[in-house]
């Protein structure tokens, strides 16, 4: 007898990079089961999907996958199909009765279950794995997705901020932060391995420590990572305004490692409308976290992400949004629809408003980003730039990422000498274009 070959599973990663970093714990848990990931479904034995349900949007992409995989499986080149991840936790007493296609589905808290998961599905028979998220383990092996020279490092889970628009509280569970000792750890590892770009991430990074340590912690976790041989880089996403503190600021502006690059998502400046969506502080304290920010770190980047007709928002509202943009110039914004989600408090608020209002005022804001973005990066020619080597584009182009920009959700600097992936040098900026930087390589 021949000697059984390995169970051949084609994987999709999909939604943010926290949802990414639990992809990668299913590929290392399905190869540490012995099964061997292809890239083709044509084939496979078996397919997982790791989804996204945070917006309709991602539900759509990721229920659509899913049945083009179903076609695979109709015709006999694929056996048997998974879903995995935020879209069947959430809605995860249907979920296999509204999707007959879909052999077992997986929740967020049963990722080191997917091998098993996979198993019972080729064995025939429908079955969920919805583990609880509180007690669900949130370590354990990785095989990045990522390049090894930049890395995400998962510091929490879940959210305790139940912003009135948001589900993640009811998909991912109460915040949990994970022990620093082994956070150090798993850097240390990723630090061996080459990573040298370490992107610290969590539903709110700031609020790291309190329910472990009983106080903000984050500070304290920054500098022994700082301590790590090989790490080069640390930036950090997703920072509220009410939990970043002097003391978190004095650190990102005393250690070299930490980009200043932050991520802070406002949402809006109006204060109904913060009440509203159940915001912490207010209109007053984003702006006085921004004036500190700009006074103590003239050369910090400001990313955030706004939300235009919530439920409610006047036009004068609306133009107070704007307004912060124009008086600030922040360098990088992400313009959101309100998007009615099953299950979040506003969904049913009165004063919905219409798609077509909602459409305009978010392309009204995403011209004025644009016109301010333009104005930033026209500023930075003739400046020097230290830039991380990405590789090439599609069109042979070299590029990298300068502190300003984070993998996927910001710009790159393109320039004219071939370097190694991973190699950090110094670009200086001859021309912009949006969020792109063109530049020569000066120096060794």
């Known amino acids: 007898m021949g000697e059984q070959r390995p169970i051949r599973v084609f994987f999709v990663p999909l939604g943010c990079a926290k949802n990414l970093v639990d992809s990668e714990r299913m590929l290392h848990t399905l190869r540490q089961n012995g099964m061997e990931i292809v890239g083709e ?31 695979f499986k109709k015709h006999g080149r694929l056996r048997a199909l998974i879903a995995a991840g935020c879209l069947p936790q959430r809605f995860q007493k249907e979920f296999l009765d509204e999707l007959p296609e879909v052999d077992a589905a997986v929740g967020t808290g049963s990722v080191e279950e997917i091998a098993q998961a996979v198993r019972a599905a080729l064995e025939g028979g429908r079955r969920t794995w919805f583990g609880d998220n509180e007690t669900a383990e949130q370590g354990g092996g990785r095989d ?76 304290r976790l920054l500098r022994e990572l700082c301590r790590i041989d090989g790490i080069e880089w640390i930036r950090l996403h997703y920072l509220y305004p009410d939990e970043l503190d002097d003391e978190l600021l004095d650190v990102i502006g005393s250690e070299p490692k930490i980009l200043h690059y932050f991520d802070i998502p406002i949402q809006h400046i109006n204060g109904r409308v913060l009440r ?42 609306f133009q107070e949004l704007s307004d912060i943009l124009r ?78 920009d984070s993998p996927d959700v910001d710009g790159v600097v393109f320039f004219d000498e071939e370097t190694p992936e991973g190699q950090f040098v110094r670009v200086r900026i001859l021309d912009a274009a949006g969020c792109e930087l063109f530049g020569e390589r000066v120096g060794e």
């Open 327 to 404: 008086e600030y110039r922040l360098e990088r914004a992400g313009v959101f629809a309100f998007s009615a989600e099953e299950g979040a408090p506003a969904a049913s608020m009165p004063g919905q408003i219409d798609d077509e209002t909602k459409s305009r005022r978010q392309a009204e804001v995403f011209a004025l980003q644009q016109d301010i973005m333009n104005e930033c990066s026209a500023a930075l020619i003739g400046r020097e730039l230290t830039v991380l080597c990405c590789g090439t584009d599609e069109a042979g182009r070299q590029y990298g990422r300068s502190y300003m």
């Open 144 to 219: 990045l997705l990522t390049p090894p020279y930049s890395a995400y490092l998962r510091i929490a889970e879940g959210c305790d901020n139940r912003c009135a628009y948001c589900v993640i509280p009811y998909i991912r569970g109460p915040y949990r932060s994970r022990p620093m000792e082994e956070l150090v750890q798993e850097a240390r590892g990723l630090a061996q391995n080459g990573c040298k770009e370490l992107l610290v991430v969590a539903q709110d990074i700031s609020r790291y420590g309190t329910d472990l340590y009983g106080r903000r912690s984050l500070h």
């Open 276 to 317: 509203d969506m159940n915001r912490r502080g207010g209109g007053a304290l984003v702006r006085e976290r921004i004036d500190t920010i700009r006074r103590r770190m003239p050369d910090a980047v400001i990313r955030t992400s706004l939300i235009v007709g919530f439920p409610g928002e006047t036009e004068e509202e």
């Open 41 to 71: 479904p044509d084939g496979a034995d078996a397919a997982v999907v790791n989804t996204c349900g945070f917006i309709q949007s991602a539900q759509e992409e990721a229920i659509g996958i899913l049945l083009r995989l179903a076609e």
